[in-house]
T-cell receptor, first 112, second 119 residues
Framework: GNSVTQMEGPVTLSEEAFLTINCTYT??????LFWYVQYPGEGLQLLLK?????DKGSNKGFEATYRKETTSFHLEKGSVQVSDSAVYFC???????????FGQGTILTVHP | GAVVSQHPSWVICKSGTSVKIECRSL??????MFWYRQFPKQSLMLMAT?????????EQGVEKDKFLINHASLTLSTLTVTSAHPEDSSFYIC???????????????FGPGTRLTVT
């Protein structure tokens, strides 16, 4: 079956530091890949997505590239802000109608 | 756009009672809605998929008689936790997918969640 594995958290960074959150997946077929963000007290929001190999999704300074050869979709940001503190979920979809498979989530805390 | 609301945002109920949680898509029609359960510091576990006007499809291990799902319209789905027990205490999240001709877009819009505490 499908599965998504994210790097263990929590991740704690200082403002303006570089961020990487690793995500690897196992899937049959050709999935779409997503990063969702959950800010404290709020629901999940789609951060970015990529629908095919070598696509790069980007939004709000975050980027992730769909790497089929390494089955990865790592999230990166060059300079994090305190407001980026949230839980980040990597997710996979596209192999079973409408269903998303989520990773375990990574808590990011950014200090001033 | 693409706002999904849930009501209530939190609820406390006594063991043995039933609780209904509403999920509404406010500015779009959702042919498909999903219900998830999120445990503390853990990921979202898909409970069921509901399509407007048809029976929900439950994931393996989810008791359909305990977690009743109704998707009565293109903007409303409800989850009723029947005969709730303390182990049902959790964070319940719904999501809605806008209708797309020809198949799923896999873009789900999530509600803010409902915290259920069963005492």
């Amino acid at each position: 079956g499908n599965s998504v594995t994210q790097m263990e958290g929590p991740v704690t960074l200082s403002e303006e530091a570089f961020l990487t959150i690793n995500c690897t997946y196992t899937a049959t077929g050709y999935p779409s890949l997503f990063w969702y963000v959950q800010y404290p007290g709020e629901g999940l929001q789609l951060l970015l997505k990529a629908t095919k190999a070598d696509d790069k999704g980007s939004n709000k300074g975050f980027e992730a590239t769909y790497r089929k050869e390494t089955t990865s979709f790592h999230l990166e940001k060059g300079s994090v802000q305190v407001s980026d503190s949230a839980v980040y979920f990597c997710a996979l979809g596209g192999t079973s109608y409408g269903k998303l498979t989520f990773g375990q989530g990574t808590i990011l805390t950014v200090h001033p | 756009g693409a706002v999904v609301s849930q009501h209530p945002s939190w609820v406390i109920c006594k063991s043995g009672t039933s609780v209904k949680i509403e999920c509404r898509s406010l500015d779009f029609q959702a042919t498909t809605m999903f219900w998830y359960r999120q445990f503390p510091k853990q990921s979202l576990m898909l409970m069921a998929t509901s399509n407007e006007g048809s029976k929900a499809t439950y994931e393996q291990g989810v008791e359909k008689d305990k977690f009743l799902i109704n998707h009565a319209s293109l903007t409303l789905s409800t989850l009723t936790v029947t005969s709730a027990h303390p182990e049902d205490s959790s964070f319940y999240i719904c999501s809605a997918e806008p209708g797309l001709a020809g198949g799923s877009s896999y873009e789900q819009y999530f509600g803010p969640g409902t915290r259920l505490t069963v005492t």
